[in-house]
T-cell receptor, first 109, second 116 residues
Framework: GIQVEQSPPDLILQEGANSTLRCNFS?????LQWFHQNPWGQLINLFY???GTKQNGRLSATTVATERYSLLYISSSQTTDSGVYFC???????????FGTGTKLQVIP | NAGVMQNPRHLVRRRGQEARLRCSPM?????VYWYRQLPEEGLKFMVY????????ESGMPKERFSAEFPKEGPSILRIQQVVRGDSAAYFC??????????????FGEGSWLTVV
């Protein structure tokens, strides 16, 4: 099956700093989403982004499908950004969604 | 439009009992996934269902676990004779192809199973 790797596995930021999270996948996809799992366990949709670039406030994401990676940018980080960020992908056609290993982010005041 | 609804949110079972977790997908969604998340780990695919059909159950343990998504009513994940290793968060997700948001999948808030 498709392999999804995320980096870095752990990240500690000072409040106000910027960061880039990466997601590499091993095969072509027609569905890629970024999720934030907050400290209470809720999974929050951030972006549906199988290709191209999207922005939502301080967050933006870019997927280069031909090179099989996606990036999530967090600018001016806040303590509420803490949690685990997951990339999830599904290959063309069939929609089994595979999650990456996650990036655990801690933003300190 | 209500989101994906899961219940119960928290469930405690003794070893050997049965656990039933329910998931009502978003309105108009006919595809449901179940994922399991062990403490400090990522989400692992268990099963993918459409109404009245199991499409892919390659992530389901061969014994004690079963899932259904009947024509009427919620999807059910059933765990028989629970063991301590079944303690985890179980997430349900749903999606509908052809929506304006593409094939976006939406997750419920999870059901936390604790086996004592």
């Amino acid at each position: 099956g498709i392999q999804v790797e995320q980096s870095p596995p752990d990240l500690i930021l000072q409040e106000g700093a910027n960061s880039t999270l990466r997601c590499n996948f091993s095969d072509s996809v027609n569905n890629l989403q970024w999720f934030h799992q907050n400290p209470w366990g809720q999974l929050i949709n951030l972006f549906y982004i199988p290709s191209g670039t999207k922005q939502n406030g301080r967050l933006s994401a870019t997927t280069v499908a031909t090179e099989r990676y996606s990036l999530l940018y967090i600018s001016s980080s806040q303590t509420t950004d803490s949690g685990v960020y997951f990339c999830a992908v599904a290959p063309g056609g069939y929609q089994k969604v595979t999650f990456g290993t996650g990036t655990k982010l801690q933003v300190i005041p | 439009n209500a989101g994906v609804m899961q219940n119960p949110r928290h469930l405690v079972r003794r070893r050997g009992q049965e656990a039933r977790l329910r998931c009502s997908p978003m309105k108009g969604h006919s595809h449901v996934y179940w994922y399991r998340q062990l403490p400090e780990e990522g989400l692992k695919f268990m099963v993918y269902l459409q109404k009245e059909n199991i499409i892919d159950e390659s992530g389901m343990p061969k014994e004690r676990f079963s899932a259904e998504f009947p024509k009427e009513g919620p999807s059910i994940l059933r765990i028989q004779q629970v063991v301590r290793g079944d303690s985890a968060a179980y997430f349900c997700a749903s999606y509908r192809t052809g929506s304006n948001s593409g094939n976006t999948i939406y997750f419920g808030e999870g059901s936390w199973l604790t086996v004592v």
